[in-house]
């Protein structure tokens, strides 16, 4: 038996050192190419978390099992526990809905809103030139729809996001009446009741899907519909490898948010 809790002991300590060891590179990576966000930081902090308790995974558990006799400490450990099992459970079910929430399952909506993202000076950053391509692909396959392009211009952009999209779609061949510039919006829920806006103005379908990446699909569709959307269909742009624990977890942050103060 003792063979067995120390077989098992080690294993913990193994997967422990293993996977924090792998996220913790995962999630400075981004920080290399100037991508800070609550993402990276609190993965970093987790991971390294992680990484030390795998370490000093004998000291902690001599540490519980001395102070567990005490009745104080017994509360106190079980409360602390019991609120980690919790937050376990809750972040498996969140981050499971974003995962799912990541595949495109439009397939002949009418207008397309496309979300915005960094553009370097004229040139699209990579994130938003995934979302074009993803659009460019779905307006091809769908002659009919039509396009929002949703988003403003901020700092270090010599054109806005809409324009940007805008350039690129036109160079791919998109007959640039099938598409609307929205320019004014700083985030993704402006994004969203901005192109409401164009959508009523214009008297276009409101049968909808969004264009993103893939990890921000969830919280956007959760946007959609507080800015008046129902039935909104969704168009994946892919993430980068790299990319994706970082953003992914940035996102269940986000989601989570929008959950407690919808």
């Given at each position: 038996?003792?063979?067995?809790?120390?077989?098992?002991?080690?294993?913990?300590?193994?997967?422990?050192?293993?996977?924090?060891?792998?996220?913790?590179?995962?999630?400075?990576?981004?920080?290399?190419?100037?991508?800070?966000?609550?993402?990276?930081?609190?993965?970093i902090l987790l991971s390294f978390t992680a990484l030390l308790s795998?370490?000093?995974?004998?000291?902690?558990?001599?540490?519980?099992?001395?102070?567990?006799?005490?009745?104080?400490?017994?509360?106190a450990l079980n409360t602390a526990f019991t609120v980690l099992g919790?937050?376990?459970?809750?972040?498996?079910?969140?981050?499971?809905?974003?995962?799912?929430?990541?595949?495109?399952?439009?397939?002949?909506?009418?207008?397309?809103?496309?979300?915005?993202?960094?553009?370097?000076?004229?040139?699209?950053?990579?994130?938003?030139?995934?979302?074009?391509?993803?659009?460019?692909?779905?307006?091809?396959?769908?002659?009919?729809?039509?396009?929002?392009?949703?988003?403003?211009?901020?700092?270090?952009?010599?054109?806005?996001?809409?324009?940007?999209?805008?350039?690129?779609?036109?160079?791919?061949?998109?007959?640039?009446?099938?598409?609307?510039?929205?320019?004014?919006?700083?985030?993704?829920?402006?994004?969203?009741?901005?192109?409401?806006?164009?959508?009523?103005?214009?008297?276009?379908?409101?049968?909808?899907?969004?264009?993103?990446?893939?990890?921000?699909?969830?919280?956007?569709?959760?946007?959609?519909?507080?800015?008046?959307?129902?039935?909104?269909?969704?168009?994946?742009?892919?993430?980068?490898y790299f990319d994706k624990p970082t953003f992914y977890l940035r996102?269940?942050?986000?989601?989570?948010?929008?959950?407690?103060?919808?």
């Amino acid at each position: 038996m003792k063979n067995l809790t120390k077989a098992i002991k080690i294993i913990a300590q193994l997967i422990l050192i293993g996977f924090s060891g792998y996220y913790l590179f995962m999630f400075v990576c981004p920080v290399f190419h100037r991508i800070v966000n609550i993402g990276n930081i609190l993965g970093i902090l987790l991971s390294f978390t992680a990484l030390l308790s795998g370490v000093f995974l004998d000291k902690i558990i001599s540490f519980c099992k001395r102070h567990y006799k005490n009745k104080t400490a017994k509360a106190a450990l079980n409360t602390a526990f019991t609120v980690l099992g919790v937050g376990i459970i809750c972040f498996c079910l969140t981050m499971g809905s974003i995962i799912t929430s990541a595949k495109t399952d439009a397939c002949d909506q009418n207008t397309v809103i496309i979300l915005g993202c960094a553009v370097r000076g004229t040139t699209p950053s990579f994130t938003l030139k995934s979302r074009i391509n993803a659009a460019f692909d779905y307006l091809e396959k769908n002659p009919e729809s039509v396009a929002v392009l949703s988003g403003g211009q901020g700092k270090h952009e010599d054109i806005s996001e809409a324009l940007c999209m805008y350039n690129i779609l036109t160079e791919k061949g998109i007959d640039p009446k099938r598409l609307y510039l929205e320019d004014k919006s700083t985030n993704t829920y402006e994004n969203l009741t901005f192109s409401k806006k164009i959508i009523e103005q214009n008297k276009l379908s409101d049968n909808i899907a969004v264009v993103s990446s893939d990890y921000h699909l969830k919280r956007a569709t959760m946007l959609c519909k507080k800015a008046g959307f129902n039935n909104v269909k969704r168009i994946s742009a892919p993430s980068t490898y790299f990319d994706k624990p970082t953003f992914y977890l940035r996102e269940l942050l986000g989601v989570v948010k929008e959950f407690i103060f919808p």
